[in-house]
């Protein structure tokens, strides 16, 4: 059978890095194996749909380059997609558990919930559960008699599906990054399976959508590992379980403090969403990679090698590269650590491997949202080649070589006024008509007649060196200066000159 895996993200926010990690993990997963690679929408809880968030998924993903085979947009032999488009599907799933006494109706009001989590209250049990222990002092069809339940049935009295857990058994499975898990039934309490609303729950929805679509492998995060007893018997009890996929529960992301979370990502300053999410209710806006200038290159490298090596010393790794190499049976099952500096890191190895031509039209982008327009490529590409190994992250090419482009607005003539004098700047002087002259607009032009008129002056060349590029550059940065000088031109390069000396 072909491998088919699945990604169910809820459409309730802002993608988070291990989120998309879970994509990558089951995109290299199935790539490796020949396989499909599905996108299914989880919105069974409309109460916490969030309006564009779907299309966020879908554009976070295409960043990544982890387009689905299967999902609401691309289409697909299974669908619909999404869960609210198969919600009629899921009653008689529900219907069945009940016939078969592993489910059953409970017609609890909200208040009545609320009393039997007082009365049951302890020390040692702050939370009670809806479990065998108090299953048949509620309003359900456990504990009322056959003809209550058929009128309160006729009477359409709100009610929900309960997965009835076995008091004393012990479920297993083989997690295929841990090894054999095992569960005791009886601490776990009865889920809902099939919400009033005739929504199902995710407990139900992910057994019947899984089983439909064909899944043979689901690997999620592994706060999901509570959960999984719950799936386990509604594979056994719907008949599937011949049909059950592998799981893999991939251990967390942690930042400074635990779980990395939003809240880790405001207080030290680093993103931790793939792409910008302002939150519609709030207006709150998350940073995500792409806006802080990652390439989707090195964020899904850093991604991958957070929880998993081939077993050698290497660290980058293209996606061709990944999907050769990845194996889901090398994913540590310790949590791994996020550092920033180490995502930088991998940001910038990238940029270095990257060329010019596969470059540009990001570098391009950020040029045009600073006012720095582009009209020559050739030079543009030329530049990015020359400070390319400078830059960590994308927008770092503004300031390492927007002065190709645009003269610079400010100049820190501070750092030069110090060991200014009346000799340099006559020397700057002449060198301006000296440039004049200069007829092959070339590097050792530039600088053979910078160091004859300086050798002529009896002044070290080092010493006008600073002068000289922070007149062409406006600070103490960037490449060679005579090579800026050649790339921006002659004329370019004497008019920064003048206007400097004008201020000194």
């Known amino acids: 059978m072909s491998v088919r895996v699945r990604f169910a993200p809820s459409p309730t926010g802002g993608l988070h890095l291990g989120g998309v990690r879970t994509v990558l993990y089951n995109y290299l997963f199935a790539k490796h194996h020949g396989g499909e690679f599905v996108l299914r929408i989880e919105d069974t809880d409309q109460t916490r749909f969030v309006p564009g968030a779907e299309d966020y998924i879908f554009n976070c993903l295409k960043w990544c380059g982890l387009q689905p085979d299967e999902s609401p947009v691309h289409g697909g032999p299974y669908g619909p997609y999404r869960q609210s488009e198969r919600k009629e599907m899921y009653r008689q799933y529900a219907e069945k558990l009940v016939a078969e ?7 609890d009001t909200k208040e009545e919930l609320e009393q039997m989590r007082e ?5 040692e049990n702050p939370s009670p559960q809806y479990d065998h222990r108090v299953r048949l002092k509620m309003r359900n069809s456990l504990a009322l008699t056959e003809p209550e339940v058929k009128a309160l049935l006729a009477a359409n009295t709100a009610h929900v599906v309960r997965i009835k857990m076995p008091q004393n058994d012990v479920v297993s499975f083989t997690d295929m990054i841990r090894g054999e898990v095992n569960f005791q039934t009886g601490l776990v309490d009865d889920k809902v399976l099939l919400k009033a609303d005739g929504m199902p729950t995710y407990h139900l929805a992910v057994v019947v959508d899984d089983y439909l679509m064909k899944i043979t492998h689901a690997f999620r995060g592994e706060e999901w590992l509570p959960s999984a007893p719950v799936h386990l018997l509604l594979w056994k009890y719907l008949g599937w379980e011949s049909s059950m996929p592998q799981w893999a529960h991939l251990p967390l992301i942690l930042g400074p403090s635990g779980k990395l979370s939003k809240r880790d990502g405001a207080k030290y300053g680093f993103p931790v969403f793939a792409m910008n999410w302002t939150d519609p209710k709030t207006n709150e806006l998350t940073e995500g990679f792409f806006e802080r200038g990652f390439l989707p290159e090195a964020f899904v490298n850093l991604l991958a090698v957070l929880g998993w090596n ?6 980058l790794y293209s996606m061709d590269e ?3 190499n990845f194996d889901i049976n090398r994913v540590h099952s310790a949590g791994a650590k996020f550092d920033y500096e180490k995502a930088k890191w991998f940001n910038q190895e990238w940029i270095k491997q990257l ?3 596969q470059l540009r039209v990001q570098v391009e982008g950020y040029f045009l949202s600073a006012g720095i327009a582009v009209d020559d490529i050739a030079k543009l590409d030329k ?12 927008p770092d090419f503004v300031q390492q070589a927007g002065f190709f482009f645009k003269a610079p607005e ?8 110090p060991k200014w004098s009346d000799d340099k700047k006559q020397f700057f002087v002449e060198y301006v008509d000296v440039l004049k002259s200069v007829g092959n607009w070339e590097v050792a032009a530039i600088e053979n007649a910078f160091k004859e008129l300086a050798a002529a002056k009896a002044i070290k060349p080092g010493e006008l060196q600073l002068p000289m590029r922070i007149m062409l550059v406006g600070g103490k940065f960037g490449p060679a200066v005579f090579q800026i000088a050649e790339i ?3 004329e370019e390069t004497i008019k920064r000159v003048e206007y400097a000396l004008s201020l000194l």
């Open 101 to 107: 006494g592993y489910a059953y109706y409970a017609f």
């Open 119 to 123: 009365e049951n209250k302890t020390e």
């Open 310 to 315: 081939d077993g050698t010393e290497k660290e």
């Open 322 to 324: 990944l999907i050769a």
């Open 355 to 357: 060329s010019a031509e």
């Open 383 to 394: 530049v990015i080649e020359l400070v390319k190994d400078r830059c960590t992250l994308l």
């Open 410 to 417: 400010t100049l820190e003539l501070d750092a030069v006024k």
């Open 488 to 490: 921006i031109g002659k």
